[in-house]
């Protein structure tokens, strides 16, 4: 059934196409090219489209619109702005446009040009859900909680018109803005956003639900805010992390816990004086407690001081000697020297402690394949560990398909990054090995399929700029043939 209805919506387009001029058929046939890509989260392509339907037609709004919205997902804010000021230039901005303008505003850090179109917007389209959500998560971000619950709960009343997506999201954020001071219907708004259409979403309220539900069967009340304050932090909430463990010290002011917890919290929202107070005071009220050790080795390393960051993971390690995951930590400290020989010991020391643990076996062999030390004695060997203990982890695969690349086995190499890809299709650094397989094969088209992609999806990262650059080598070498 539903297959055929996408034939007969396919049919009816078909007919409107040739209905129209041919002027007008080819622009909308780069507009729908442009929207099938942009849905395909295939980027440069529906750029590529929409900048086709810009030339047929120079003074419709429609595929400025659809740049703006394009760039939005490629976090280029500044030629998202600039495409919906475009499209406001050409007959003035729809709905979607203005949206699409205030997101772009807040990508730029123009947080009260944001909100004040969120807000214009809200008043000329109260049934909108998706714009109470940002003005709910904007009002979050800044700490203002009962501003937030009223845009929350007034998508919940528009519900005829609200997207099952869009309640999804505001059930979400309702179940934690309420888990502290209700926890009952905090955990029923929860349950709701569990049984919603976006994965991601289920999956992280499901995270805060088991925290939620622990809550009421501790007698301390300290504790009990300091783990919903964990909660928050595992799903990224940091504001409402930070409320939770500033509530257990005003409960308990001698809690080690919650000041090592709050400290990492203010570190990240860049408060660093007040954060090493509290991280170092969580070890000073408990000289054994590790998290408060290797909070303060994050604090270090995050702002590059790699010695100093090493001496608390070590001390960590003293006081956890079983943690394998620590002596990855010390070892990325000693590749900022770089040194490649500690490096490798404390990499190979972490799979000693987790020898059936697939990631440390994984984490071994990018190091040997990405800094091209010992691929065929020791990379191969670690790659090939990591797949057979960890067969549906992606990375595993990508890790293995470099490896056999490197040490001159394209063909297994092809199979094993596209295994990589088949677990998960949007993983960057395994479109850009397949790639370099496909260039090396002077199979120039699919190469550069694999290296648009990590533009699509890696856009401003590592392997975006490398894909760049192999893309204007591949230019260069395809042009000579």
């Known amino acids: 059934m539903k297959q055929d209805r996408w034939r007969l919506i396919a049919g009816f387009g078909i007919l409107l196409l040739l209905s129209l001029s041919p002027e007008r058929a080819s622009f909308w046939a780069a507009m729908q090219s442009g929207d099938m890509h942009r849905a395909r989260t295939e980027y440069h392509a529906a750029l590529e489209s929409y900048q086709q339907a810009v030339e047929v037609w120079p003074s419709n709004a429609l595929p400025f619109v659809g740049q703006g919205q394009t760039y939005l997902a490629l976090r280029d804010y500044t030629r998202a702005q600039d495409a919906f000021l475009a499209a406001m230039r050409h007959g003035g901005l729809t709905f979607e446009g203005r949206l699409g303008l205030a997101d772009a505003h807040a990508g730029l850090g123009e947080e009260t040009l944001a909100v004040k179109e969120w807000r214009g917007l809200a008043a000329k389209y109260p049934e909108m859900g998706e714009v109470h959500c940002r003005l709910g998560r904007a009002y979050m971000n800044q700490g203002h909680w009962t501003a937030a619950k009223r845009e929350f709960v007034s998508v919940l009343d528009a519900q005829p018109t609200a997207t099952e997506w869009v309640k999804q999201l505001a059930h979400y954020n309702l179940g934690l803005l309420l888990s502290a001071e209700d926890p009952e219907i905090a955990i029923a708004h929860l349950e709701s956003a569990t049984d919603g259409p976006d994965g991601e979403v289920s999956t992280i309220a499901r995270r805060v639900l088991d925290a939620l539900r622990v809550v009421p069967t501790t007698e301390d009340q300290a504790y009990a805010a300091a783990l919903l304050g964990q909660a928050f932090l595992e799903v990224d909430e940091s504001g409402l992390a930070r409320r939770q463990f500033e509530t257990a010290l005003a409960l308990n002011p001698n809690y080690p816990a919650a000041h090592a917890y709050l400290g990492y919290v203010l570190a990240r929202q860049g408060k660093n004086t007040l954060a090493s107070y509290h ?103 670690a790659a090939q560990r990591a797949v057979d203990l960890s067969p549906d982890d992606p990375l595993a695969h990508d890790a293995l398909g470099w490896a056999l690349y490197l040490t001159g086995n394209p063909r297994a190499a092809q199979v094993a990054l596209q295994r990589a890809l088949e677990l998960d299709p949007y993983l960057p650094r395994a479109h850009y090995h397949l790639g370099v397989v496909y260039a090396a094969q002077r199979r120039w088209a699919e190469a550069q399929w694999e290296y648009t992609r990590v533009l699509d999806l890696d856009p401003g990262g590592p392997f975006a700029m490398r894909a760049t650059g192999a893309l204007a080598e591949m230019a260069r070498l395809s042009g000579q043939n």
């Open 279 to 381: 991280l170092v005071t969580a070890i000073s009220l408990d000289p054994s407690y590790v998290m408060g050790y290797y909070f303060l080795g994050i604090y270090f390393r995050d702002r590059g001081e790699p010695a100093r960051a090493r001496a608390f993971f070590v001390r960590a390690l003293t006081l956890d000697p079983d943690n394998a995951a620590l002596c990855v930590d010390i070892a990325q400290t000693y590749l900022t020297g770089p040194d490649y020989v500690s490096a490798e010991f404390w990499l190979r020391r972490a799979v000693e402690l987790a020898p059936e643990d697939g990631q440390f076996h994984r984490i071994l062999a990018q190091f040997y394949t990405d800094y091209l030390i010992q691929v065929r004695e020791q990379g191969l060997f």
